[in-house]
Every structure is written in C-alpha cells, then in structure tokens.
C-alpha cells in the first residue's frame, strides 16, 4: 500500500495533477454529437436517432429542464403559468439518443472533437450545432442587480419572467419602458408583445390614463416585415403608445428609477427617462465557444450555408436555430422547418448522397397584440410573407391567438421534440390549392 500511495505520489509530482486527471478523463465517440439540447437540438436530435437507432446520437446539454421560451411572452403578463412553459430534460431526450450532461467548453473542429467543461473529450464523425444565443444583461450597467429592485423585468429570462407579472400588478402611474437592444435577438416580436399586453393590463386595472407606455428601441422600425409593420404601427397609434427608435438601453440606476439610453447615431448622446416599470430586452450574442471557434463567423455565428444548413469550411458539420449565421429571424418556428432540412441533409451528406433539402428563411412570429387577439405574422428570407392561413395574417384575429397559445405549444411538445413537425409547409401548401404558395 505504502509503495502504491509513494508511486502514485510520485507519479503526480513528476507529471502534474492534471495530466494525471486526464488520463483518467472519459474520451467517448458517437457517430452524430448534438451540442445543445434546446428546441433545434432535441427536434433534429429525435429525427436523427429515429432513423439511425440506438447508441449512435448523443446530446450534449447542461441543464436539468427544457423550456417552451414561446410562451414566456404569455407567462410574464400572468395569461399562462410557468409550469405550461417547464418540462425537465430527461423526459425531453429522444429514447434512443444519449443524453451527456455538461456543457461544450470547446469546439475542435479540426480534430473533430468537441471538449466538455468537466474536461472530457467526445469525438464524433458529424456535429450539429444548436446552442442558441447567449443573454448579456451584464452589458447594461446596473444589471443584473437592479432586477432585484422593483419594476425591473424581462420575459427573456426564467429566472426573471416571474418579475414582469409582479411590475405589471404593482404598477401604480408613470412611465412603462420596453426596450429593444442593438444585437441581433431572438424572437424580434417578444419586446413589444409584453407591450401590448401590459397595455392591456392597465385598462382591465383601471390606471391606464395613469402610465406613459414607451417602446424605446435601438431599431428603426417596429417590424422587418412592411406588411406587418403597417398594421403594427396602427395599434402603437391607437393604443397611445410613444414609439422612440434608435434608443439603446446601456444602464438602468434602481435608486433613481432611471434608464439610461444612447443614441444609436451617436453612442456619446444619452437620455434619461424615470421609469415605473422597466422591461428590458438584453443585448444577445453568439455562445463563446462558437465565437471563439473555427467554426464562426465575423459576427460569431456557425458559418453555414443558407440553403442547406452545412457548415461553409468543415462538411461534417452543422448547425440550426439561434446559434446559427442563416439570415432569418430568430425563432422556434424557423428551427421547425430547419430540424427537418438539417437531418434530411446530414443523411444524404452520410450517404454521400447531393444534399437535397433547402431551406426558404421561413420563420414566424405570432405577434400577440392582446390576450386575445395576434397578427401571425410569416415570411421569408427576403422579406416576402408565407402566410399558412388563407386570411390577411397582418389582421389581428382571435384564430391566431388560440393557434398561437393553444396549438402550437401541443404540436411543439407532441410533434416537433418527437422529430414529427417540420413547419407548417404542407398545411400552406393543401390550404392555397391552386395558388401559387
Ligand atoms: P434554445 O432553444 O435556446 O436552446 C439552446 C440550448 O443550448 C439550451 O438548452 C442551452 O442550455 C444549450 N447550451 C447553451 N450553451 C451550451 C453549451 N456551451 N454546451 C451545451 N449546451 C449549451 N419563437 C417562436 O417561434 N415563436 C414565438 O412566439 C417566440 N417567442 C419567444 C418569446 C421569448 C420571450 C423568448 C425568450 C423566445 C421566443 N421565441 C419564439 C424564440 C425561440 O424560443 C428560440 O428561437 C428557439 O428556442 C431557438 O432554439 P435553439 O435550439 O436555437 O436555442
Ligand atoms: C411553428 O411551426 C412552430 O413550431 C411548433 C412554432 O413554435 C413555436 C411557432 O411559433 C409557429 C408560429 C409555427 C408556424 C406554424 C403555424 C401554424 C403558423
């Protein structure tokens, strides 16, 4: 024993305790690793392992619950509890996929392996990348210590939703800002949804001749889409809103109940508003192992090819949803059809086969204007509406709000983590027979 304990002494001092570690360290290999078990990576995750069984997909995730984040906007205002959104991981991992649970320090493309944060290596023969966007409150000053102080919330948090219905309770008169960062975010209508529903919630509590709503936004529209932002600019008017864009939020002081906002056309010009309730939309970015990998772009995204989904350097990877350089809106509609592109290509790529499969931009966002009413807005990479119904989507309609709140969260739970929704194309396709969508 004393020999044992003298040579494995020894042995630390002469090569130091983390080689040692790391030789004890797990070095496993699955054929397709997912990095990021989100909405892209348990929906492609259950096509993949689906088609290919048992022991040949795993998925890297850390954390021990998966969220529906749609329904966060429905959440905050009190509309739907958090329970709705909350589903934990295990029962969310596809049965025949192999869930690692940790988060990817590092990607190693050129070794085509990716380094776990316990220090771990897991090699692979093809990487899906699906590791969303990363929320930087921490890039306001202020944040995020001042959600501990009245008024300040954000639905984009489940650590900070539960706030907003608390503010929208407590409000009692003043200013309700909405802010709108200056990166590019997930789900664009989120920050002006809360706004319309809090509106709303003013009038059903009787103090909405008391609030001053304000949508102060680093943007320069409401909308990217000119159908919708036309009908969006109607209700801001008629609902008494005070639209300010080209604001970005860079501090909030709770003691003072101030919002600090630099112009966008000259980030040395402030302006200061005293705020009641404060909802604020965060800055995002690209997750850093992806920006500090091979595989990103300029801007920090998974380089891939719009139409196919497949990494632009390294063939045997690639990658959907947030985290991904496609230049569409960011939303869980557009990894709908997304999941279904990727895995089909992945396939065909595995059997040497032409990638088959490309991608429009689909992507949508149901605009909630009210607890009962919502403008589906859906469109294209270029802009163009794909609208599904044959109605004018831009119309706020009670259809839309029960598809919205109602349906889709059942065919996301039901359908798209099974590996069995891929959008809404073919609905779009049977309900315009004979026109040309
Ligand atoms: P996510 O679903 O965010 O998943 C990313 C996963 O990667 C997470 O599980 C995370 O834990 C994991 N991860 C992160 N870092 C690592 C790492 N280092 N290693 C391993 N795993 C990692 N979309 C709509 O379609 N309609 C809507 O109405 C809508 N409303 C929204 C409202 C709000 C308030 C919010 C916040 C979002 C909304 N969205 C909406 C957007 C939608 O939720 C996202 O676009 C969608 O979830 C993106 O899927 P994803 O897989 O790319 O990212
Ligand atoms: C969608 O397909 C989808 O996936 C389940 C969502 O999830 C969040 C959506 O929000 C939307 C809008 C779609 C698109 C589907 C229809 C019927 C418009």
Same mark, same amino acid.
């Given at each position: ?19 040692? $570690? ?25 096509? $993949?392992?689906?088609?290919?069984? *048992? ?10 619950? %998966? ?12 509309? =739907? ?23 990817? &320090? ?6 085509? *392996? ?10 692979? =023969? ?9 929320? %930087? ?30 503010? $929208?309770?407590? @409000? ?14 997930? +789900? ?12 709303? @919630?003013?009038? =059903? ?9 304000? @949508? ?7 909308? /990217? ?11 801001? /008017? *008629?609902?008494?809103?005070? &639209? ?34 404060? %909802? ?17 772009? !300029? ?23 947030? +985290? ?9 509609? &557009? ?11 992945? $396939? ?7 990638? *088959? ?7 949508? #966002? ?7 009413? #919502? ?11 794909? !609208?599904? @119904? ?48």
């Amino acid at each position: 024993m004393a020999l044992l304990r003298k040579s494995f002494t020894q042995c630390i001092s002469n090569r130091g305790l983390d080689r040692v $570690l790391s030789q004890i360290r797990l070095n496993s290999s699955y054929e397709i690793v997912i990095a990021g078990g989100g909405s892209g990576g348990i929906s492609v995750g259950a096509r $993949l392992s689906n088609a290919l069984g *048992s022991g040949k997909v795993a998925i890297i995730e850390p954390s021990d619950d %998966h969220y529906y984040q749609p329904i966060w906007t429905l959440v905050g205002a009190g509309v =739907k509890p958090m329970s709705s959104s909350r589903k934990a991981m295990k029962d969310v991992i596809p049965s025949k996929a192999t869930w690692i649970k940790d988060s990817v &320090a590092k990607l190693n493309p050129d070794e085509k *392996s990716v380094t776990l944060s316990n220090g771990d290596t897991i090699s692979y =023969k093809y990487l899906v990348v699906a590791m969303g966007i990363q929320l %930087h409150f921490d890039r306001i000053k202020g944040l995020p210590e001042a959600f501990e102080t009245p008024g300040v919330c954000s639905n984009y948090s489940a650590a900070t939703v539960g706030k907003t219905l608390k503010a $929208l309770k407590n @409000f009692k008169e003043g200013n309700a800002i909405f802010t709108f960062p200056n990166t590019p975010i997930k +789900c664009a209508g989120a920050p002006q949804k809360i706004m319309y529903l809090a509106d709303e @919630f003013f009038r =059903k509590q009787g103090n909405r001749d008391k609030a001053h709503i304000y @949508f102060n936004s680093a943007g320069a529209a409401i909308f /990217a889409v000119k159908k919708y932002a036309e009908a969006l600019n109607k209700i801001v /008017a *008629s609902r008494d809103i005070t &639209a300010n864009y080209g604001l970005n939020l860079v501090e909030v002081k709770p003691d003072k109940k101030q919002a600090i906002f630099a112009k966008m056309s000259n980030p040395e010009e402030k302006e200061t508003f005293d705020y009641e309730m404060l %909802h604020i939309t965060p800055p995002m970015a690209a997750p850093a192992p992806i920006r500090d990998s091979p595989l990103s772009n !300029e801007a920090g995204f998974v380089n891939v090819d719009s139409k196919t989904l497949q990494h632009t350097k390294y063939p045997e990877v690639f990658a959907l949803g947030d +985290c991904s350089s496609l230049p569409t809106s960011k939303t869980a509609a &557009a990894v709908a059809c997304q999941n279904k592109i990727l895995a089909t290509n992945l $396939l065909s790529y595995r059997e040497n086969q032409p990638r *088959s499969a490309t991608y429009d931009g689909y992507t949508s #966002c149901p605009l909630i204007t009210s607890s009962k009413t #919502c403008i589906m807005a859906e469109f294209d990479y270029d802009l163009n509406p794909l !609208e599904t @119904f044959p109605v004018n989507q831009a119309k706020e309609r009670r259809t839309m709000y029960h598809v919205k709140a109602t349906g889709l969260p059942i065919v996301y739970w039901n359908m798209m983590l099974k590996g069995r929704w891929g959008g809404p194309k073919f609905y779009r396709k049977l309900l315009h027979l004979g026109m040309s969508k």
